[in-house]
């Protein structure tokens, strides 16, 4: 059979082959991934609003993360 009588396969190179169709549908699923997790990554719990400074000095208070600070240094 010559080149001319054999049936088309599909394998020129200007059409959309079996490896450019995967490639896409997998970044098209990666971006949907991507896409679904990063408004999550995007929002910041809020910071506790700031105690205002005390007027007669003496600015140190037991917060909890000094309390847990002097837990972890018992022996």
């Known amino acids: 059979m010559s080149k001319s009588q054999r ?3 599909g ?5 959309m082959n079996r490896r450019t169709l995967f490639a896409g549908a997998s970044t ?3 971006l949907a991934a ?5 408004p999550r990554v995007a929002s910041e719990p809020e910071a506790p609003a700031a105690r205002p400074a005390p ?3 003496g600015g ?3 917060s909890e993360h000094v309390k847990h600070y002097y837990r ?3 022996i």
């Open 7 to 9: 049936p088309d396969r």
């Open 11 to 15: 394998d020129d190179r200007g059409g």
């Open 28 to 30: 098209v699923g990666a």
């Open 34 to 38: 991507a896409a679904t997790v990063l």
């Open 55 to 57: 007027t007669r000095g």
């Open 60 to 62: 140190y208070t037991l």
């Open 72 to 74: 972890t240094t018992r």
